[in-house]
T-cell receptor, first 111, second 113 residues
Framework: GQSLEQPSEVTAVEGAIVQINCTYQTSGFYGLSWYQQHDGGAPTFLSYNALDGLEETGRFSSFLSRSDSYGYLLLQELQMKDSASYFCAVRSDNQGGKLIFGQGTELSVKP | NAGVTQTPKFRVLKTGQSMTLLCAQDMNHEYMYWYRQDPGMGLRLIHYSVGEGTTAKGEVPDGYNVSRLKKQNFLLGLESAAPSQTSVYFC????????????FGPGTRLTVL
């Protein structure tokens, strides 16, 4: 089967740095994406890695190691508004851009 | 640009009833998707489409049908609703190019009694 593993919950304080890990087992691999979802809202795209290494977008960075089937999302200078669920997602084939999502990590940012 | 819109936002059905969820996008995207999200879980793909007139099954297609008669619209049908179909349904679209970015609608909250 195909699966993505990420921690169910993470807690951090405002201003801190937090890392959310994602390991995957899929039949193929074309890229790892991260999505943010605030409670009850629509998921929104954060980042994408197709090749090994670090991608930076403002306070958020995402890393990929294809040899380890592993990636992470790094959030810096945490703000209260970063409290949300974060999902990693893998495109495992080249048909239709389909994504397989992990079960999500609920991030709580405390003052 | 409205992006991706979904109607209705909420619906309560009785077991055995049918309904259609409508998704519309104004970004001229080729690819469209229907997902369901259950409490504490990620998104599971129901059906998807790679262009007008095409549809394909995703991870959990049983009990659902879809149609893409126009490029901007993707309809999800429940022929005979069951309590197991109580969920939040999200529609998404993407260009199919570059960064795998999918744009999601606001969701439809469906309860089947």
């Amino acid at each position: 089967g195909q699966s993505l593993e990420q921690p169910s919950e993470v807690t951090a304080v405002e201003g801190a740095i937090v890392q959310i890990n994602c390991t995957y087992q899929t039949s193929g691999f074309y890229g790892l994406s991260w999505y943010q979802q605030h409670d009850g809202g629509a998921p929104t795209f954060l980042s994408y890695n197709a090749l090994d290494g670090l991608e930076e977008t403002g306070r958020f960075s995402s890393f990929l190691s294809r040899s380890d089937s592993y990636g992470y999302l790094l959030l810096q200078e945490l703000q209260m508004k970063d409290s949300a669920s974060y999902f990693c997602a893998v495109r495992s084939d080249n048909q239709g851009g389909k994504l397989i999502f992990g079960q999500g990590t609920e991030l709580s940012v405390k003052p | 640009n409205a992006g991706v819109t979904q109607t209705p936002k909420f619906r309560v059905l009785k077991t055995g009833q049918s309904m259609t969820l409508l998704c519309a996008q104004d970004m001229n995207h080729e690819y469209m998707y229907w997902y369901r999200q259950d409490p504490g879980m990620g998104l599971r793909l129901i059906h998807y489409s790679v262009g007008e007139g095409t549809t394909a099954k995703g991870e959990v297609p049983d009990g659902y049908n879809v149609s893409r008669l126009k490029k901007q619209n993707f309809l999800l049908g429940l022929e005979s609703a069951a309590p197991s179909q109580t969920s939040v349904y999200f529609c998404a679209s993407s260009s199919g190019l570059g960064k795998d970015e999918q744009f999601f609608g606001p969701g439809t909250r469906l309860t089947v009694l």
